[in-house]
């Protein structure tokens, strides 16, 4: 990723109070609830980002069993380029990292979140310190056990000097670089988002 990102605050006005959005996965359906009052800048972002379809066709590339599963990069090189210097300013952290909570992951330190999000698959409290803390967009209200069966074979990220196929996971630069056809070639059982679209909204009063 590169070393330079601009951050900005997520104007409250342009999204709901809170809002369902409905991911169709190839094992089923996950509907997650995002607050505006956990975290304004991050539900904003996801808000924006579904709007935009961006999580269509991703994969959940980072699956490490008794953490938290991980997506949010859209496996086309195109719809992931312009978000590479696109983060939004951080949130403070209002409701812990348990178990089935949505948070938006950094690239590095503070205020380098952009496009990729992680599910705690199980309560993940240093989650809620460390490095400043990870504060939770929303909750999985329905498909918890959709998200549980997720491919996990694979393990954690690659280091950067690269990933030995079927042994470790992928390499997230690489994944910004050549997408999907990337991931086909070594890590062919990742599980996938074939939708994801906001279904319900709760509007400001």
């Not at 403070?92 to 938006?104: A, E, I, S």
């Not at 070594?186 to 400001?204: C, N, S």
């Amino acid at each position: 990723m590169p070393g330079y990102c601009r951050a900005v605050a997520i104007d409250p006005k342009t999204y709901p109070d809170s809002f369902v959005v409905s991911m169709e996965t190839n094992r089923g359906r996950v509907d997650i609830k995002a607050h505006k009052d956990w975290a304004p800048n991050g539900a904003g972002q996801l808000y924006t980002l579904v709007k935009q379809n961006h999580f269509d066709d991703a994969r959940f590339f980072r699956v490490v069993k008794g953490f938290v599963a991980q997506f949010g990069l859209s496996g086309n090189p195109e719809r992931d380029k312009p978000w590479e210097e696109k983060c939004i300013l951080d949130d403070p952290v209002k409701h812990p990292n348990t178990r089935g909570t949505l948070t938006f992951a950094a690239r590095r330190d503070s205020n380098t979140r952009s496009t990729q999000l992680f599910i705690n698959l199980v309560d993940n409290p240093v989650l809620d310190t460390y490095n400043g803390g990870y504060p939770p967009v929303g909750e999985i209200v329905a498909g918890l056990d959709v998200v549980d069966s997720l491919y996990s074979g694979y393990g954690d990220a690659a280091p950067k000097s690269g990933p030995q196929y079927g042994k470790e996971g992928p390499s997230q630069d690489s994944i910004v670089k050549a997408g999907n056809a990337y991931l086909a070639r070594g890590w062919p059982k990742l599980d996938y988002i074939k939708t994801a679209r906001v279904t319900q909204e709760w509007p400001g009063r």
